[in-house]
């Protein structure tokens, strides 16, 4: 960064977040209900549709999706990993039209709140522990790494104050402390009115990477851009020579000349442009499409408080179905902005993302060679980038097994590969302990490599400051979200005489708290054993989206299910979905009968939220309540539902068909 990026960069992060936290404290014509717990929480139950929309899109989109689903699309997934925007659009229209109807109409602060009015005050206590353990363990902790990764790539080598920004835990406190400090003074109102300014700044800032990325494709060197082809393209150097920047983009990645277009394998088996991956693939299969992919993401934009808080604080029902809308429209275009310039980074840079890999692959490799009794997985990349030491891990794993094993002399990528295999399937027999996977690249650097690469003076302050704005604003939401549970949900059970001064103080505790615990744990999220960012985020999160997905529906459907259905089916969905990824999944691999070696995690959600149904199912008919349950109505706010969003809601469905057509 030149020193005019630098001043730019400090003005307009300090502007924008000073700016949001004046908006923030301001008193508002009911000062006593803005300045109290409505205020800090809610924002006063004020906000306008372009409000409830940019801060919905600047939440969701942060460096979860910039580090963690570009690096998926950077890897064998590709456009696949769209699926999780452009379902969410449609997702967005049914919260709008049946969820948030029936939340606001409670007048709720919490989601687990409605769980009260509806199933119990223990069903209340249960979601809103097991919420906020996910909560503060899982995404916060997610967004926390992921923005420290930005700053890691992005300054490595670059020393402040004796701190190396380059170092994965500074960058974390960097980004825990002045999200803690932001949301500490100005509440939810502060989120909102910055996540107006970042969201729109985010959609420019990626669209610029995305036309500098094009840009450099059509100037890269074709004999080198022809080794990043997907296995079944056709492609050649001539080719690639007369193409644009979009035609090279298609010939390297699409695949669809001879085979089948998605291929199941690692990065460049087979095009990444396709929307439906074989029924093996071990992510996102095509049958997650039909049940497993909507748990999550009816779950994740219809009963996660650090989403729908935004839109219990809108100013009317119909305000809030706006809102929802909008977002679910810019949805259709962030795979543009996140997702294909991922693909680009592969193409452009693979060789700094293996150097990244290189980097983290040095302190598993300096454990092995002290001779701990571990064995150590590796990828198939990892063994086509460095053989050597791929030959040397199999030696060492070997040893540890107690296994004799034959390596030839010119042993292929392959036979290394499934040999290693066969050592470590024997290792868990003998119980031996497997350290950290060795990985050929570094995905979840991609955006942060693109950026590093292609930014010029004069443009390199705007789009780091919209990424890191967005990272603080998105952070400080999550923290603002989990201590209005903590406070609402656990404190007041005890202590139900709370003045609101307290009950803010309160929130304001919690914050603290929770920002310390995620930055403790965020450090160690770039483990290869959790699959990326992103995966780790979507895997760990059903532990609790298909039970209280379900719940929900039967609360907001059908009022004689018995109460304790409300807790019963959370912590089943938990006991379930632990059960299939640790021993049903396997088992059921192992012995050809499920599609492929392991349930894949969404599949796994599917499986989980269909036996809370059944089990919603039986309870209702076996012991249905005596009387339909009564929910509380508001006064609070408007509950007329909005007549034209139905209209732009169809369209948005339609434009999600219709790219699902073109990517298929």
Not at 194 to 202: E, F, M, R, V
Not at 437 to 454: C, E, H, Q, S, V
Not at 620 to 647: F, H
């Amino acid at each position: 960064m030149s020193t005019l990026d630098v001043i730019l960069f400090i003005i307009v992060v300090v502007g924008v977040i000073a700016f949001g936290i004046w908006q923030g404290r301001k008193e508002s014509a009911d000062a006593a209900e803005s300045g109290g717990a409505a205020g800090y929480f809610l924002a006063g139950r004020g906000l306008t549709w372009w409000l409830v929309g940019f801060s919905l899109i600047a939440a969701n989109i942060s460096t979860e999706q910039f580090v963690g689903m570009s690096g998926q699309a950077a890897d064998w997934l590709g456009m696949a990993v769209s699926s999780w925007e452009w379902l969410s659009a449609t997702a967005l229209v049914l919260v709008a039209f049946v969820f948030l109807p029936k939340l606001l109409r409670c007048g709720i602060y919490t989601i687990p709140e409605f769980l009260e009015y509806r199933y119990g005050r223990f069903s209340r206590i249960v979601m809103a522990v097991a919420t906020l353990i996910i909560l503060v363990g899982v995404p916060t902790a997610s967004v926390i790494y992921s923005g420290a990764k930005v700053i890691s790539v992005f300054f490595q080598g670059r020393m402040v104050m004796g701190a190396d920004l380059g170092d994965i835990t500074i960058g974390c406190w960097i980004i825990g402390i002045s999200a803690a400090i932001y949301v500490l003074v100005g509440g939810l109102k502060a989120c909102a009115w910055t996540d107006l300014i970042w969201g729109a700044g985010l959609i420019a800032g990626g669209a610029v990477v995305t036309w500098l990325a094009f840009g450099a494709l059509k100037d890269a060197d074709p004999n080198q851009l022809i080794l990043t082809k997907v296995q079944n393209s056709t492609a050649t150097v001539s080719d690639l020579e007369a193409a644009s920047g979009w035609g090279r983009f298609i010939l390297l990645n699409d695949g669809k000349s001879g085979e089948a277009a998605a291929m199941a394998g690692e990065n460049l088996s087979g095009g990444k442009l396709h929307m439906v991956r074989p029924i093996h693939d071990p992510e996102l299969p095509w049958t997650v499409l039909l049940l497993g992919i909507w748990v999550p993401i009816c779950f994740y934009w219809g009963l996660n408080q650090y989403i729908v808080q935004r839109t219990l604080g809108s100013k009317s029902l119909a305000e809030g179905q706006k809102g929802i809308i909008f977002a679910a429209t810019l949805k259709l275009l962030i795979p543009f902005l996140i997702v294909i310039p991922g693909i680009l980074c592969f193409n452009l840079y693979n060789k700094d993302l293996r150097a990244e890999a290189v980097k983290k692959n040095a302190s598993t490799l300096l454990e092995m060679r002290g001779a701990p009794a571990k064995v150590y997985p590796f990828t198939g990349n990892f063994v086509a980038a460095d053989t050597a030491t791929a030959r040397e891990i199999l030696t060492h794993n070997a040893n540890a097994a107690k296994m004799e094993i034959a390596i030839p002399t010119e042993a292929t990528s392959d036979q290394l590969l499934e040999l290693n295999k066969k050592v470590l399937e024997e290792a868990v027999t003998k119980q031996i302990p497997a350290g950290t996977k060795l990985i050929g690249y570094d995905y979840d650097a991609a955006f942060p490599t693109l950026m590093r690469n292609l930014m010029r003076p004069g443009l390199t302050w705007f789009v780091l400051a919209a990424i890191f704005g967005a990272v603080v604003s998105s952070l400080a939401s999550m923290l603002n979200s989990a201590a209005t549970i903590a406070t609402m949900d656990l404190v007041h059970q005890v202590k139900k005489d709370m003045s609101e001064k307290s009950t803010v103080l309160s929130g304001q505790f919690f914050t603290l708290l929770f920002v310390l615990i995620s930055c403790l744990i965020a450090p160690g999220l770039g483990d290869p054993k959790f699959g990326g960012i992103f995966k780790f985020i979507q895997e760990f999160q059903g532990y609790i989206s298909p039970g209280v997905l379900a719940v929900f529906l039967f609360g907001f459907l059908s009022p004689r299910t018995p109460r304790y259905f409300g807790w019963v089916g959370i912590l089943s969905n938990v006991v379930l979905y632990h059960s299939i990824k640790h021993w049903i999944g396997p088992i059921l691999g192992k012995n050809g009968m499920w599609f492929a070696p392991d349930v894949s995690y969404v599949d796994r959600m599917g499986l989980c939220f269909l036996f809370v149904v059944a089990l919603g199912l039986v309870v209702t008919l076996a012991n249905p309540l005596s009387q339909p349950v009564k929910l509380p109505v508001t006064e609070l706010i408007s509950l007329e539902s909005s007549k034209s969003t139905k209209v732009w809601g169809a369209i948005v469905i339609v434009a999600t068909l219709i790219l699902y057509a073109i990517f298929s």
